[in-house]
């Protein structure tokens, strides 16, 4: 049986470091509680490492199958390997660049617009190739450069070494910018479900080291994040119960996973917005997120309803970003990495070439009120539904 698990492809087989700018001030901890409710200590770290290596080894599986699609997506055209500069535990990570036909045709042409992505799986699973599909769009739609980083991953590396890679990979790109042919005043991030979060993260936590250190000059216009995971002072029960399909919502056992994996110490704040961007104040977020988001939801996604509310936090005053929403009707969390060799999965080329188009314009200077012609509005929050956990 195959499932699509936090944005990566899998064949299942059968049977803090930042500032506390928070929106909400009071410090959230970590419970140790399952999402069954039943009490438990910390799980042994080792444990979640053998678990999360057999997890990754039926993810690669699922990718396999999701790229027998026709048509196939690309490869990389080349890599770098960067080290980790703000991490206490230092490393060492990859950069995968897949770059538009022209950049190699015309070597005179040293400004390309490129899109930081960061893919998905929990901050647990995935590489930097599952994204390959939609590096097609960027490349051909937004016609740039896609940069997809292939950050450390829990629990061998709990937050924050995933946002803090995330910048990481930003600062190396802006300070190599000329040798890379990237125009650093024209860049962009991109992300699915847990790389969504970074998508939105990492410009934040780039904000806050700039106040204290100094980056070169450099401009994020626009954000692109896809089902991402955004507020962890949410219970994995009440998220499950605000869904319309709870049935379709990510297994338990995998989202425990996640879960533990990343959020380590157990006395980790988990408001800190740096994790919880829900939680960051209306300051960081007007000073941090580009101008321009675009964010893409789930219909049956768990996650659904904390997107909403951060959409509708950057589009409304005092935030007032240009943001265009589009929520995908019918489809579960991770759709678009469904494990099929016979074709992609179904509305995921209509929704990456509406992303990438509107990343083009966005990259080429159109007037704003043209690029967002027709908008798509994040809709009312819906009155609040009795939930039994």
């Not at 959020?263 to 740096?274: N, T």
């Not at 675009?294 to 997107?307: A, P």
């Not at 188009?357 to 080429?364: A, D, E, G, K, P």
């Amino acid at each position: 049986m195959s499932a699509t698990v936090d944005g990566t492809s899998h064949v299942v087989p059968s049977a803090t470091t930042t500032p506390a700018l928070e929106h909400n001030s009071s410090p959230t901890k970590i419970s140790q509680v399952t999402e069954g409710g039943e009490a438990r200590g910390p799980r042994s770290r080792l444990s979640l490492r053998l678990l999360a290596r057999w997890w990754r080894s039926l993810q690669r599986v699922g990718m396999r199958l999701h790229f027998m699609a026709s048509p196939r997506p690309p490869s990389p055209d080349f890599t770098r390997s960067i080290s980790s500069t703000l991490s206490t535990r230092p490393g060492v990570f990859a950069l995968y660049f897949y770059v538009p036909a022209e950049y190699n045709e015309d070597q005179r042409t040293k400004n390309w617009p490129a899109v930081v992505n960061f893919h998905g799986g929990g901050f647990t699973l995935g590489s930097a190739t599952d994204d390959a599909r939609f590096a097609r769009y960027v490349m051909e739609k937004s016609k740039a450069v896609f940069v997809s980083v292939d950050y450390r991953l829990a629990p061998e590396y709990p937050f924050p070494f995933a946002v803090e890679d995330g910048v990481d990979a930003l600062l190396f790109v802006i300070r190599n910018a000329a040798e890379l042919r990237i125009d650093p005043n024209r860049l962009a991030t991109s992300g699915f479900s847990a790389g969504g979060n970074i998508a939105i993260t990492a410009p934040m936590r780039l904000h806050l080291l700039s106040q204290t250190t100094r980056v070169p000059r450099h401009e994020i216009v626009a954000l692109a994040t896809f089902y991402p995971i955004t507020d962890y002072t949410l219970s994995r029960e009440e998220r499950r119960a605000s869904s319309a399909r709870p049935d379709a919502t990510l297994p338990t056992s995998l989202t425990n996973l996640f879960d533990t994996s990343y959020l380590f110490p157990p006395g980790l704040d988990v408001s800190d917005p740096c994790l919880s961007p829900n939680k960051a104040s209306d300051e960081l977020l007007i000073q941090s997120i580009p101008g321009n988001v675009f964010f893409f939801t789930c219909e049956w996604d768990m996650l659904l309803k904390e997107g909403e509310h951060l959409a509708r936090r950057l589009e409304q005053p005092p935030i007032s970003k240009r943001l265009f929403y589009y929520m995908v009707r019918g489809v579960r969390h991770g759709w678009d990495k469904a494990p099929s060799p016979i074709k992609p999965p179904h509305k995921s080329d209509k929704v990456y070439r509406e992303c990438c188009t509107r990343l083009w314009r966005v990259f080429n200077g159109d007037d704003p009120h043209f690029m967002l012609g027709w908008p798509r509005h994040v809709p009312p929050p819906l009155p609040p539904r009795e939930i039994n956990i």
